[in-house]
Each structure stands twice: as C-alpha cells, then as structure tokens.
C-alpha cells in the first residue's frame, strides 16, 4: 500500500497565478482588439498584456518546479 505525501503549497499557490493571469492577459487582448471608448493616460502602453504574462510565466515556473514534489 502506497502513500502519497501532500502537494506543497507552493503548487497550488502557481496554478491559482496560472489561472488569474490568463484571464488578465486574454482581458488585455480582448481590450487591445476592441480598445474601450474611454482611455486612461497609461492604456497604450497594455499593462494587462504585461501582468498577465508575468503572472502566467511566474505560475507556471512554480507549479512546474512543485509539480513531482510532496511534504
């Protein structure tokens, strides 16, 4: 019989960012195709593009560094 330890925090801590950061950046890409009417000083510069890609990026080097792990 088996027993398998439990997944370190830090694997569920980069699958929530994965997550939240897809929808950040798919939000970015939706308001750079179809720019809203009113626009704020920064919006050319597209931080949703920005921090959606780095909080993918961040994500998936913790979920993929924690994934064989176990406490």
Known sequence: MSVHGMKPI???VG???MVMGG???LSGVNDLMNPPEIK???AEL???IWWG???VLFGSVM???TRKGSV
């Open 10 to 12: 830090w694997y569920f």
């Open 15 to 17: 699958l929530i960012l």
């Open 23 to 25: 929808i950040i950046l």
């Open 40 to 42: 704020t000083k920064l």
């Open 46 to 48: 597209h931080p949703g």
């Open 53 to 55: 890609t780095v909080m």
């Open 63 to 65: 979920f993929l560094k």
